[in-house]
């Protein structure tokens, strides 16, 4: 009976110590997924603020690009009108010296034809 006692009493602490053991080996595989969370949960992190950063540089680029695209629009829309009204002005300028012309033309062949009908009258 001794023997049989002594032997659970072996038997009985192999199995503690075994399970003490599966214990710690179950701790220590939690503790590691628990830091495994942890490092990933840390490493989501940093990528969303590195997202949020670029994003922001992005918008902030687009929005600095806007602007000078915006202000090179005007500058072309002024440009096109000053040219424009050049162009108009040029245009008046160029009837008014046509008129001119015209009339300058039609007054030197009304006095070419009167000077050949006195011509044509003294012969």
């Known amino acids: 009976l001794r023997q049989m006692k002594e032997d659970s009493k072996v038997e009985?602490?192999?199995l503690i110590s075994h399970h003490a053991s599966m214990m710690k080996d179950i701790r220590r595989d939690?503790?590691?997924e628990i830091q495994a969370n942890r490092n990933i949960r840390e490493d989501i992190t940093q990528f969303q603020r590195h997202t949020d950063d670029?994003?922001?540089e992005l918008a902030d680029a687009v929005k600095s690009?806007?602007?000078r695209i915006?202000?090179?629009h005007r500058e072309l829309?002024?440009?096109?009108?000053?040219?424009?009204k050049r162009r108009r002005k040029d245009r008046?300028?160029?009837?008014?010296?046509l008129k001119d012309t015209r009339r300058q033309v039609n007054m030197e062949r009304e006095i070419s034809q009167e000077v050949r009908r006195q011509v044509n009258m003294e012969r």
Do not use: G, K, L, P
């Not at 829309?77 to 424009?84: A, G, L, P, T, Y």
């Not at 008046?92 to 010296?97: L, N, P, R």
């Open 12 to 14: 009985s602490n192999r």
């Open 30 to 32: 939690y503790a590691e």
């Open 54 to 56: 670029f994003c922001q």
């Open 65 to 67: 690009e806007s602007r």
């Open 70 to 72: 915006d202000a090179i």
């Open 77 to 84: 829309v002024q440009d096109m009108d000053e040219i424009q």
């Open 92 to 97: 008046a300028a160029i009837e008014t010296d």
